[in-house]
């Protein structure tokens, strides 16, 4: 009980970026009558590979959002967990992998470099790849100040993803909007503000 409790945060986090995982893999068939095959069925045995590899694409920029989104969050109300963050990026770059391999499975590797958002998204993929790998306390041990050096690199994966999904015409501004204004939140002298007046808030209510 006393573990929940302390670690309720990120294991809401770990179920809620699982359980869309359940039924992506529920669509899985893997077949060894002619050598090693996988295949994403529907119920009516129709191939589903490029509604898996948009809908892993959406979850991982959902969440490399709301990762981003924590820094605003602590500034505007003073809560903060490191531990939630890191479960929501490992749940960022698990999303972001399988939407790779779905997209090499629909289209190819190859396919990868032959158009500027193709490019963006694989390079926004191979920058979480060390995030991902230093996601955990040891790291954090090991790499002390340079940890956070190394995590800065998620800006620029956002930028790339959001980038991706732009060319795409796909549902990227409300992404931009919000991570807009967790950067203009992030400005010194409004950040400077905003933590202020929380604090008056705070004197006045003691």
């Not at 602590?74 to 967990?81: A, E, R």
């Not at 790339?160 to 203009?184: C, D, N, P, Q, R």
Request: hydrophobic letters at 55%; proline letters at 2%.
């Amino acid at each position: 009980m006393r573990f929940i409790k302390k670690n309720y945060g990120w294991m809401i986090v770990a179920i809620l970026a699982t359980l869309p995982m359940l039924v992506v893999f529920n669509l899985l068939n893997i077949d060894f009558t002619n050598g090693l095959s996988i295949t994403f069925e529907d119920a009516d045995g129709q191939s589903t590979i490029d509604m898996l590899y948009h809908v892993t694409g959406e979850f991982a920029i959902r969440w490399m959002t709301a990762v981003l989104t924590c820094t605003p969050f602590f500034i505007l109300f003073g809560v903060t967990n490191l531990f939630v963050r890191q479960a929501m990026g490992v749940a960022t770059a698990v999303w972001s992998f399988l939407h790779f391999i779905f997209f090499i499975q629909a289209e190819g590797f190859s396919e990868t470099f032959t158009q500027v958002n193709y490019i963006a998204g694989f390079v926004a993929t191979l920058i979480l790849i060390p995030l991902f790998l230093t996601s955990n306390r040891k790291s954090m041990k090991r790499l002390k100040s340079n940890w956070k050096k190394l995590q800065s690199l998620a800006y620029a994966a956002i930028i790339l993803s959001l980038l991706h999904v732009a060319i795409l015409e796909k549902t990227w501004l409300i992404y931009t909007v919000v991570v807009g204004l967790g950067f203009m939140i992030r400005i010194p002298i409004i950040k400077k503000q905003i933590m202020a007046y929380r604090a008056s808030r705070r004197a006045k209510s003691v």
